[in-house]
């Protein structure tokens, strides 16, 4: 009896992250879209159409621009064409530093009244959809919280990785369009990490430890921070300020999840990259965004240490 009371327990939270995670991935895609600003931009006021984002949760969809209303083109130049040379990393090409604004040509209306798309600008569709679509954000939230529960059951902890996990998804998708990791982003998780296990800690059945927690940040920040010290090229302060969080949420289940987590980071950024080199999209040369995998390799050691403890 007891046996079937905590598999339907388990169930049940499995299918309550589930929920939990379908619900706040589909309030990412605003955020995605204003955290993938152009370098030099903490993030970005104005839809392709140059009508004002208002929040920061949501739909990433303008009214506005479904209503056939025209934006102020000049403020939308500026906000939006001052360089791109975040997004022109993945390229190995050099950004758009020298071109802001619009250069001297001015934007022709399209059949709507909207603006036409210049190239480097977002895209936005005939829906006025500006940013990422809903149901992927939502749906890979949805997969990676069940997953959690799945593997950390009814523990204390399992609280503290369904209020993580909707930003990690956010900051991959983020490092993925325009390879940078946002600082409101890397350092408020690398803190709230700490906290939530510190109160974790607090409740009985906990199956982790908040020393170890607190030691990895600083071991895989300072790990991350050697790597950005003697190849700045190929690895971004942002992935620096994000393993701090990262090397929080492994070391709670100790060291040898945190080796595991971070070996896993490191081979899927690998195997990624040498996927895109027999594919010839890419070369050695081109740089690509660490901070998914950085996320996943998080992810796939927290299941390991958490089904081990």
């Not at 920061?56 to 403020?75: D, I, K, Y």
């Not at 950004?95 to 798309?117: F, I, Q, T, V």
């Not at 070391?251 to 595991?260: C, D, F, R, V």
Request: hydrophobic share 45%.
């Amino acid at each position: 009896m007891s046996t079937a009371t905590g598999l339907d327990s388990d169930l049940v939270v499995v299918l309550v992250a589930a929920l939990w995670g379908a619900a706040t991935g589909a309030l990412l895609p605003r955020a995605a879209y204003r955290f993938s600003a152009p370098s030099g931009e903490a993030w970005r006021e104005r839809c392709p159409g140059g009508h004002p984002v208002r929040g920061w949760l949501g739909r990433a969809r303008c009214g506005q621009c479904a209503a056939g209303e025209s934006g102020h083109s000049g403020e939308f130049g500026r906000s939006e064409q001052s360089g791109h040379s975040g997004e022109s990393g993945r390229s190995g090409q050099p950004g758009h530093s020298g071109e802001s604004g619009h250069s001297g040509e001015s934007r022709r209306p399209g059949r709507s009244g909207r603006s036409e798309r210049e190239p480097g600008q977002p895209r936005w569709s005939a829906d006025a959809r500006y940013g990422p679509r809903t149901a992927p954000l939502a749906l890979v939230t949805a997969l990676v919280c069940a997953a959690l529960a799945a593997a950390t059951g009814t523990r204390p902890e399992v609280a503290v990785w369904l209020l993580l996990a909707p930003v990690g998804v956010l900051l991959a998708a983020v490092d993925l369009k325009v390879r940078r990791l946002p600082d409101p982003l890397t350092l408020p998780l690398a803190g709230a990490a700490l906290v939530l296990l510190g109160l974790a800690a607090l409740v009985p059945e906990h199956a982790g430890e908040w020393s170890t927690a607190l030691l990895g940040a600083l071991v895989l920040g300072a790990g991350y921070l050697v790597l950005f010290l003697v190849n700045p090229a190929g690895m971004g302060f942002g992935d620096v300020k994000l393993a701090l969080a990262a090397g929080a949420a492994l070391g709670w289940y100790g060291w040898p999840t945190l080796m595991l987590g971070t070996f896993a980071g490191f081979l899927l950024g690998a195997l990624y990259g040498g996927a895109l080199l027999v594919a010839r999209r890419a070369d050695r040369k081109t740089a690509i965004p660490f901070g998914p995998f950085l996320v996943a390799g998080a992810f796939l050691g927290i299941l390991a240490g958490a089904y081990a403890a």
